[in-house]
């Protein structure tokens, strides 16, 4: 399905903010495409999320702790050039990784519709440190450009990210002040041994990615462990950008049910 089919569907479904991020397809002349959805859907709100616009026909691995490559460069100079188009509210982005991944991927075995990386080989701890943030502080800096705040991801521990503990988030929160978090409450639920953490630094949290999760992420919400109504019944939480993110394996149906008690719990 194109970027602009994607975001009509979620709008007939009532949502009122629609990310576009790392699973649509590379689609020539990507922003014409957001123009016309800037104004086809003007009561709509928008964050951008991983890898998005897509620059290739081949899927990316974005990584952070490869430092300011002329693709890092690239895909975060695009990912705000896509951001101001459509006045997204955020810009989120994974942290970084240790591991080496080829580009193509293939679909999650776990999570349709997801996908999953070969690896070949790995970065040295300092080294993807010191690169990572180089990285940040680019988007902060095109933040600070463009006004919309620059967020990153909590993630879990697969393809062994450079920061995993909530030490190591809030040591990078306090280094780079402007940078916000993106709090992932399913991937919190899984790594970190007090999954409501960020909820001690409400003005921190950038964007909150919302679905459950017991043996391993993006389940629907009440089949996992994560104590979604406690963190999304916060008042602090009210007037940030929160965002489904699930596989093809949860449909419509549920995502409407899920959007209506999510509502509730926010009223």
Request: with cysteine; net charge neutral; hydrophobic share 40%.
């Amino acid at each position: 399905m194109g970027i602009y089919e994607s975001v009509k569907r979620i709008a007939g479904l009532g949502f009122k903010l629609i990310e576009l991020g790392a699973n649509h397809g590379y689609e020539e002349d990507i922003p014409a495409t957001l123009r016309k959805i800037k104004r086809d859907f003007p009561g709509k709100q928008f964050t951008i999320h991983g890898y998005f616009p897509p620059i290739s026909r081949d899927r990316v691995w974005v990584n952070p702790c490869l430092g300011l490559t002329a693709l890092n460069r690239k895909i975060l100079a695009k990912s705000f050039e896509a951001a101001k188009m459509v006045d997204a509210l955020v810009v989120g982005f994974h942290p970084g990784y240790l591991t080496i991944a080829e580009t193509g991927g293939y679909e999650s075995k776990v999570i349709k519709g997801m996908y999953e990386f070969n690896t070949k080989g790995k970065i040295e701890r300092k080294e993807g440190y010191a690169n990572a943030l180089k990285f940040y502080k680019l988007g902060l800096e095109l933040s600070a450009e463009s006004g919309i705040p620059f967020a990153v991801e909590n993630v879990p521990f697969d393809y062994e990210p450079i920061f995993q503990t909530q030490k190591d988030y809030e040591d990078l929160l306090e280094k780079l002040p402007k940078l916000k978090l993106l709090y992932d409450i399913g991937h919190a639920q899984l790594v970190f041994p007090d999954p409501l953490w960020p909820l001690k630094y409400p003005s921190r949290i950038g964007e909150v990615h919302i679905s459950d999760a017991d043996v391993h992420d993006h389940m629907p919400l009440g089949t996992g462990k994560v104590k979604f109504k406690e963190i999304l019944s916060q008042k602090s939480l009210k007037n940030v950008p929160c965002v489904f993110e699930y596989g093809a394996d949860v449909d419509e149906k549920e995502l409407v049910r899920e959007r209506k008690m999510v509502e509730g719990l926010q009223a």
